[in-house]
């Protein structure tokens, strides 16, 4: 019997623990964690993260501040305002939507953010952190992720993992998670030579490609666990993942839907990050 993992049911519980630790924190040291929200420009995806990002900021009892900048902001501007959030005290986390403008070096922003407010866990000493094992912030969604799979209740040690995608939000970092937990990771992307065959030797599938439906029954071992982060929109107006679900979950022992898996995840772990940085204050 494959399980669907309740990715909704999950972030919930997580928020209402989330909000009820910082009312515990507030109420002992006065300290109100305060998350900043950076968007540069008009991407409608963008807008419609930051605003649940603010709505869930607002429930868990944090401050929060959204920074709305036009897409033509000079990357001095933008170094600049990032400059008084790191020197803010109110402001315990730091997240620039991402993608940016064109016309600005994402990696030189990313750098100019202190790594103990970096909630997002883009800094590369944040990065680092990660990939030597003494991780301080790690980023939202395989964080959330590793979260999903430990409640499946199946130990990852001497499991072969395969990450299929290897952005430097999901893909590469979700492999250093899978490997500190004692997994064969093998990560893939567009190069990868037959793909199928390395995916089917997966006990735990992570898609994260960015492509409606790619993963199909005969890419999945019988009884693995699959991690859909695919959010696509078709021309049809509806969401689907990178896997083809109706055809995989009965191969599966457990499996991410889309919606409500992996996504409402990222916020739930965003809150737990900013809860994490205002504590590192004491
Ligand atoms: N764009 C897509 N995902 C993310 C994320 O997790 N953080 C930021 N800052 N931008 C994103």
Not at 4 to 31: F, P, S
Not at 209 to 224: C, L, S, Y
Not at 251 to 264: C, D, F
């Amino acid at each position: 019997m494959s399980i669907i993992i309740d990715g909704n049911k999950i972030a919930q519980d997580i928020r209402q623990a989330v909000r009820e630790e910082t009312l515990v924190l507030t109420r002992r040291t006065g300290v109100v964690p305060g998350l900043a929200v950076v968007l540069a420009g008009d991407d409608p995806a963008s807008k419609v993260y930051v605003r649940r990002k603010a709505k869930a900021c607002e429930e868990a009892g944090f401050l929060s501040r959204e920074y709305k900048l036009p897409a033509d902001v000079g990357e001095a501007e933008l170094l600049d305002l990032i400059r008084d959030l790191n020197n803010d005290r109110q402001i315990h986390g730091i997240l620039v939507q991402l993608p940016l403008p064109k016309h600005i070096v994402t990696d030189k922003i990313i750098a100019a953010i202190d790594p103990h407010k970096d909630v997002d866990g883009f800094h590369p000493a944040n990065v680092g952190r990660l990939v030597t094992g003494s991780p301080l912030f790690v980023p939202c969604t395989p964080r959330g992720i590793m979260e999903l799979i430990a409640r499946t209740g199946i130990g990852l040690s001497g499991k072969d993992a395969v990450v299929i995608g290897r952005s430097n939000i999901v893909g590469k970092p979700m492999s250093f998670l899978l490997l500190a937990q004692n997994a064969t990771v093998t990560m893939c992307h567009s190069k990868t030579k037959d793909l199928p065959a390395v995916a089917r030797r997966a006990d735990v599938l992570i898609a994260a490609v960015g492509k409606p439906r790619m993963i199909t029954a005969d890419m999945v071992k019988e009884g693995a666990v699959v991690i859909d982060v695919g959010v696509n929109r078709l021309e049809s107006g509806k969401l689907a993942g990178d896997v083809a679900f109706d055809e995989v979950a009965p191969k599966t022992s457990a499996i991410t839907p889309v919606p409500g898996g992996v996504g409402p995840m990222t916020i739930a772990m965003l809150m737990k990050n900013t809860l994490d940085a205002a504590r590192l204050h004491f």
